[in-house]
């Protein structure tokens, strides 16, 4: 109820599908584009930011465990941490 | 020696009490109702069955919250042990984000939710689940989802086909499945996932009884043993 600490840290963390692997919302996107009219997008993939607001334990081994055990799929996503 | 089953309800499971039914009906025996919350299962079980449903709303990835839940670490020691397993559609996509299965069960490729019979070809007849039915045989079996687009690298589809692990194949475009995959089997053969219900299709009231032979064989296959 107090909020969130001012001790902590935003993470954000990226997922994005690997190459290779195919991404039919990311197609559909790009239809719904040339849809509106605009030209020369010439490719969309679809992801994912989850944003994490982390306090001064949290390592970046942690995050990394956090990311690949669970907010990405490593079978067919890939991610990306950054510290804000 | 009866059978005994459980089957896990997660929140969001909605073909539970089909898939209940179904053991019930076809295997006889004991059925445990399990809640995912419970950190055990019940003793001595031959049989675990993963429902389909939306457990938790499909968030983060479809099954990828269930696959993290309590009772996931006591079926995968069950699994370990050499229990049968069997996931059906969400329970398919919660044992692939478990690890149990190899691969994963991504959005359509048309997009769309997917809810109609569609047409099957056994590709394994000698597996627990798959006895009853002879290699090559057409089935129809209903399917319903949104994510059952099976995806994995060539090496891995390479491996599944070479060691006999497809299960089964769709005989008809479905969801855009990698090699036409429907439910694939682990390295062991007591873990089977697959999108279509077999629950579904044990009684003519249900408009077919394509479904019932995998439930039959297993019982043959596990109490006879």
């Not at chain 2, 919660?94 to 691969?103: H, N």
Request: include cysteine.
């Amino acid at each position: 109820m107090s909020g969130i600490p001012s001790s902590t840290s935003k993470v954000r963390v990226y997922v994005s599908l690997k190459n290779g692997v195919l991404d039919p919302q990311g197609r559909a996107i790009q239809h719904a584009i040339e849809g509106l009219g605009f030209s020369g997008v010439e490719d969309v993939r679809a992801g994912r930011l989850i944003e994490l607001e982390v306090d001064a334990s949290v390592t970046d081994a942690a995050l990394d465990e956090i990311a690949n055990k669970l907010l990405a799929n490593m079978v067919i996503e890939n991610y990306r941490i950054e510290r804000v | 020696m009866a059978l005994r089953s459980a089957v896990i309800t997660f929140p969001g499971s909605n073909c539970d009490r089909d898939m209940a039914v179904a053991i019930e009906e076809v295997c006889g025996g004991e059925v445990f109702r399990v809640w995912h919350g419970d950190a055990g299962l019940p003793d001595d079980l031959d049989f675990i069955a993963l429902p389909g449903g939306f457990s938790y709303g499909d968030y983060l990835r479809s099954g990828a919250m269930a696959a993290r839940s309590p009772v996931m670490r006591a079926v995968a020691e069950a699994a370990a042990r050499g229990v049968a397993v069997l996931g059906v559609c969400n329970g398919f996509q919660v044992l692939t984000e478990a690890g149990l299965l190899p691969g994963a069960l991504m959005r359509n490729a048309g997009l769309r939710f997917v809810c109609r019979e569609v047409a099957l070809s056994v590709a394994n007849d000698s597996s627990i689940f798959t006895s009853r039915y002879a290699k090559g045989q057409r089935i129809t079996i209903p399917v319903a989802h949104h994510d059952g687009n099976f995806f994995a690298d060539d090496a891995t589809l390479d491996r599944l086909e070479g060691e006999g692990r497809v299960a089964f194949r769709y005989a008809e475009s479905v969801n855009g499945s990698a090699r036409n995959i429907a439910g694939v089997l682990n390295e062991k053969g007591n873990v089977l996932g697959m999108m279509p219900h077999p629950e579904r299709h044990i009684e003519q009231a249900q408009g077919g009884i394509d479904g019932r032979a995998l439930f039959a064989g297993l019982v043959s296959r596990l109490v006879n043993a």
